[in-house]
Nanobody, 124 residues
Framework: QVQLQESGGGLVQAGGSVSLSCTAVGPPAGTFSLGWFRQAPGKEREFVASVNWNGSHDYYANLVRGRFTISRDNAKNTAYLQMNRLDPEDTAVYFC?????????????????WGQGTQVTVSS
């Protein structure tokens, strides 16, 4: 059973930057995408960004495109999410996720494994 270990996050001022990382411990055989969703209080979990198995394609929610960048290092089984020009609306718990044999999906139900989440708080 794969475990996703997240790090990063915390408190940042509006306009600032934060970087998240996610390491897959005991990754599955075969190809898998890595991604991030987020969930704010009282809201549903929403797609943020994902990267396919070899890093050749990355995908973003409209709200973050141009501000966030996702990447991966397969030698380390790690994905990174660089978040710039943060806004208080970006405040949420950010969850790393892994999708086996998945190229892309913005539906949480299509992803197979989840991290415990890391809090990102953007102050105004």
């Amino acid at each position: 059973q794969v475990q996703l270990q997240e790090s990063g996050g915390g408190l940042v001022q509006a306009g600032g930057s934060v970087s998240l990382s996610c390491t897959a411990v005991g990754p599955p055989a075969g190809t898998f995408s890595l991604g991030w969703f987020r969930q704010a209080p009282g809201k549903e979990r929403e797609f943020v960004a994902s990267v396919n198995w070899n890093g050749s394609h990355d995908y973003y929610a409209n709200l973050v495109r141009g501000r966030f960048t996702i990447s991966r290092d397969n030698a380390k089984n790690t994905a990174y999410l660089q978040m710039n020009r943060l806004d208080p609306e970006d405040t949420a718990v950010y969850f790393c996720t892994l999708g086996q044999s998945l190229e892309y999906s913005d539906l949480a139900s299509d992803w197979d494994s989840w991290g415990q989440g890391t809090q990102v708080t953007v102050s105004s």
